[in-house]
């Protein structure tokens, strides 16, 4: 028969027997910073690893339209008689003038068109003349002459946008180089027409030409 000085001895031992069991498991417990899962799938107290961004590709700049290659150019829809600058621009015109251009850099998608004679030895073919809009024809339909080079000038500068397998469209604000039948290459607004002409340009070595003093 248990009396009430034995029941209150053995409550004792088994609430100190509990305190040690409840002490040892705290000590044991992990850190809640060390351990505890974040909303993000991530754990608290360790930084989530930064995704690498892929890297952009480096688009190369053309050669041909950098300056420093000349470069000898024919309509592609034509019977591939290379552009002449003589008086005008022509093609296939044979008259002894410039077929060796530079597509100059200038800014702002700008060039200037340098033309050189042949590399024969004459000095004259050395100093550079440039295409130029002719300024005494009449809209719409525009010429391109021999001048002397000035980038300033803005009747110099001229647009040329690639279009692919190795091909450009020429043209000066916004009009565009096309062949019209019995006027030869001529600068014309487009309009809603297509684009009809474009040229290629095929490489024909550096342009370290050295001008006449």
């Known amino acids: 028969m248990f009396t009430m000085k034995g029941i209150a001895g053995a409550a004792i031992l088994a609430c100190t027997g509990a305190l040690v069991a409840c002490g040892s498991a705290a000590d044991k417990a992990p850190s809640a910073t060390a351990g505890t899962p974040t909303p993000s799938g991530t754990v608290a107290g360790t930084a989530a690893p930064t995704a690498t961004p892929p ?30 600058l003589s008086g005008r621009l022509e093609e296939g015109g044979n008259t002894g003038g410039r077929v060796l251009f530079v597509p100059t850099p200038i800014g702002a998608d700008r060039y200037v068109i340098k033309a050189y004679g042949a590399k024969d030895g004459h000095p004259a073919n050395d100093d550079a003349s440039c295409w130029q809009v002719n300024g ?14 000035d980038e300033d000038n803005p009747i110099q500068r001229f647009t040329i946008i690639a279009k692919g397998d190795g091909t450009y469209a020429i043209g000066s604000e916004t009009r565009h180089l096309q ?35």
């Not at 297509?194 to 340009?201: G, M, V």
């Not at 024909?204 to 001008?211: D, I, T």
């Open 136 to 149: 005494l024809d009449i809209e719409p339909e525009l010429t391109i002459e021999a001048a002397v080079c």
């Open 179 to 213: 062949h019209a039948d019995g006027n030869g290459l001529i600068l014309k607004e487009l309009g809603n027409a297509p684009l009809r002409s474009t040229f290629r340009f095929v490489d024909k070595g550096p342009a370290n030409r050295e001008p006449v003093n």
């Open 55 to 84: 890297s952009t590709p480096v688009v190369a700049a053309d050669p041909l339209l950098s300056g420093k290659r000349e470069v000898t150019i024919t309509r592609v829809q034509g019977s591939g008689s290379e552009l002449e």
